[in-house]
């Protein structure tokens, strides 16, 4: 029972992963259908961003109600149908107004089945988990490219996702009764975690270690979107790249932490959580060095992957860790947070970045990103002093 849903889990890993990146490589066809600057992806970003930061504070309430099968079926669903409201759109208006259910589906869905991976499964299968969100992420571009390069438009690879995604869901639905089954056998275990009343937002920032984990997520994730955002102008501002070029390149950071992540979850047999984190930070730590090197391309290149690689570990780890740091019956309601917090650090500093490289220089990067690293660093230090 535990194996049959954890494939199920997996599914639900790569479906979460198939529409991150759609809107990337569908808006150079989007915005000129309606006729709106190339810069106003960043809206419908952030409106989904949003969504999701709500529905991450909200998991704790909502699946401490309805439990993690039927959250995980429902959010899924949500998320179907507003990539199919992708599809029919014909107005930037429709976009906006379809990407709050896609946010509101995807942050709880998120919150939740990591949580439930985190309470009952190994570390391991928590970095292969993440791994097949990546390749999901991976996936996304290559349907949407197939729509467009088969005679469709960037409408049907909407659908094609959206298909995929009510696939899943009808899956996930007839596998309510053994989430049932692995939360009941669960409960016969002396640290289950209880269903208790949900916490306020006031109460789990009181927690101990909680400001800090939090802030440990927010800079985490900065670095992560920061590379993935600005590697591309990286190279060809401070390394006079074509873009073409620099675009190939700058794949190499999803190289790196797909890769990563697949071979992290064989590290866990001999690592902790917490050495995982911060192998996973040397890691990144090296990468930025390579970054600061004068040897152009020659080590700039190899400090993308590195830095890919860094990050692997990092966020599995953490999110894993949480029902060992903060107990199991407060491990939903962290986790929620968690995410919350690093979907502000997506959406946040990344466009700060942009700021400092069209005022100053773009060759800032490493430096910007030290900066997060040495602070998610402390941070986590700090939060593990306090809880131990």
């Known amino acids: ?50 969504g999701t930061i709500v529905s991450s504070l ?4 909502l699946t401490k109600r309805f439990g993690t099968g039927k959250i995980t079926a429902c959010s899924v669903l949500v998320t179907a149908v507003a990539l199919f409201g992708f599809s029919i759109s014909h107005s930037f208006i429709a976009l906006c107004l379809w990407a709050i259910p896609y946010g509101l589906g995807a942050g709880s869905v998120d919150a939740s089945l990591n949580n439930f991976v985190a309470l009952h499964y190994a570390s391991r299968h928590m970095s292969w988990l993440h791994c097949m969100w ?18 469709y438009n960037w409408n049907m690879g909407y659908r094609y996702i959206a298909f995929l995604q009510c696939g899943l869901t009808v899956i996930l639905l007839l596998s309510l009764p053994m989430w049932k089954t692995v939360q009941a056998l669960d409960r016969t275990t002396p640290d289950a975690p209880s269903a208790g009343k949900a916490l306020s937002l006031r109460e789990i920032i009181r927690i101990p270690g909680a400001k800090e984990i939090m802030v440990t997520f927010f800079c985490y994730c900065a670095v992560e979107q920061t ?19 620099a675009a190939g390149y700058a794949s190499l950071f999803f190289v790196g932490i797909t890769v990563g992540r697949a071979l992290g979850g064989f590290l866990t047999f001999r690592l902790s959580d917490t050495q995982m984190i911060r192998f996973g930070q040397g890691i990144i730590l090296l990468g930025i060095l390579c970054l600061f090197l004068p040897f152009g391309t020659g080590s700039a290149l190899p400090g993308l992957v590195l830095i890919g690689l860094g990050c692997a570990p990092v966020y599995p780890s953490i999110i894993h860790a949480t029902p060992d740091h903060f107990g199991r019956d407060r491990s939903q309601a962290m986790i929620g947070v968690q995410m919350a ?15 400092i490289a069209g005022h100053i220089s773009a060759a800032l990067l490493p430096a910007y990103l030290l900066l997060l690293l040495i602070l998610m660093f402390w941070m986590h230090e700090r939060m593990l002093r306090q809880i131990g």
């Not at 639900?12 to 759609?22: E, H, K, N």
């Not at 990546?134 to 005679?151: N, V």
């Not at 917090?341 to 700021?355: D, E, K, R």
């Open 134 to 151: 990546s390749i999901g992420a991976s996936l996304g571009p290559y349907i949407m490219g197939y729509a467009l390069t088969g005679g």
């Open 227 to 245: 590379a993935i955002l600005w590697a591309s102008s990286y190279l060809v501002l401070c390394h006079s790249l074509s873009a073409e070029a």
């Open 1 to 50: 029972m535990f194996h049959l849903l954890l494939i199920i889990i997996y599914l639900a890993f790569i479906s979460l992963g198939l529409p991150d990146s759609l809107l990337g490589s569908a808006w150079p066809s989007m915005y000129r259908e309606f006729s709106v600057p190339v810069s106003w992806a960043g809206v419908i970003s952030m409106i989904i961003a949003l």
């Open 58 to 61: 909200m998991s704790d309430r």
């Open 341 to 355: 917090s690093a979907y502000v650090g997506t959406c946040l500093m990344p466009p700060v970045f942009g700021l």
